[in-house]
């Protein structure tokens, strides 16, 4: 089954996704990868344009590295604050401020805003993902230019592990008109270059 416009996202909660997907949110970074290729190379559900499918061969990473798998602490919301997302598509959708993680690399403080989908996810082993849509300095260089996202297992208490590895793009990085991607918000913009995670994707030229 195709997936919905909202994404190549953790939650899918917009997704009419095939069920059993659990690789969104696994903290494996084998497990991931191999499932977004599978998914990549599934017709029914592939981002990729016509000319790019047939000659898929893998998407491309970074190297593994321990640099950017941080230790982060969880300020949770008190209470429930509505946030809205711009899309790709020129729309706007409405997500839930989960919280902020803070977390240092190299010896600087950095933030990011954590959100859950306002609406109830239709696959159950969703429900509990968070969504973190980021930005850095390899965006438009090394990684795709409107930034990345990374799922996050809803956490017991206030520790979370952030792991960079596990970053990836949105759909609209492959070049479908079928999705509608959120965009990270400008307090998700890390000044600092990620080397971690999902490469840019290289189109076939038409």
Known sequence: MRRTLLITWVFLSLVA??????YYGSTDVKTFRD????EFRNRA????????????DGLKYFDVTDKFVVNAKLEKNAGTERFVLPTSAGTKRSFLKYGVLRFEIDGSGFALTVFQPEEKPKLPEYAD???????????GKETYGAGRYIDLKTPAGDSVVVNFNLAYNPNCAYGSDRFSCPVPPRENFLQIKIFAGE????RNAK
Do not use: C, H, M, Y
């Open 199 to 202: 490469k840019n994707f290289e």
């Open 35 to 38: 499932g977004r290729d599978r």
């Open 17 to 22: 996704g095939v069920a059993g997907q659990t």
């Open 45 to 56: 559900e592939s981002p990729l344009a016509a000319e790019d499918f047939r000659t898929f």
């Open 129 to 139: 993902l968070l969504f973190i849509p980021f930005r850095d300095l390899t965006n």
